[in-house]
């Protein structure tokens, strides 16, 4: 990895709206930074960290060929809808009670997130309810 790669990489990721970034840095990050350690060791790691971050900003935590997949299995599960008053968007927080949280299949490597329908938008949040990625 050269640090072209890198400057661009970054140059990209702070061009991107702040909801979008806040989709896929982790997990970009966590992916980067294996792949970086698994290619360079601890200093691989680092960048790839860095990298995956960066890049993964555009994909969200679902990656971009999961998200259709995963709007057609919430569809098939049929949950029910929480309607709710707020701006269905990335940031907002969720009540405690009255909405109803489902896991992610493990197949979309989403750890740590779970989902739920609002306004009839399926929708992933972490464990604190606030939604990290709205799937449209």
Do not use: C, W
């Not at 061009?15 to 294996?34: C, D, H, I, M």
């Not at 990335?90 to 989403?110: I, K």
């Not at 779970?114 to 309810?129: A, E």
């Amino acid at each position: 990895m050269n640090i072209k790669t890198l400057l661009a990489a970054s140059a990209i990721a702070l061009s991107l709206p702040l909801a979008a970034q806040a989709q896929g840095l982790v997990r970009g990050a966590e992916r980067g930074a294996q792949d970086g350690a698994d290619a360079a060791g601890p200093l691989g790691a680092i960048v790839g960290g860095a990298v995956g971050a960066a890049t993964g900003t555009v994909g969200g935590i679902l990656g971009v060929d999961d998200r259709p997949r995963f709007r057609q299995y919430v569809t098939r599960e049929r949950h029910s809808s929480y309607a709710y008053d707020g701006d269905v968007r990335v940031g907002a927080t969720l009540p405690g009670s009255g909405v109803t949280y489902y896991d992610v299949p493990s197949e979309y490597n989403a750890r740590g997130a779970r989902y739920t329908i609002v306004n009839d938008r399926p929708v992933l949040v972490d464990r604190s309810r606030r939604i990290v990625e709205v799937i449209d």
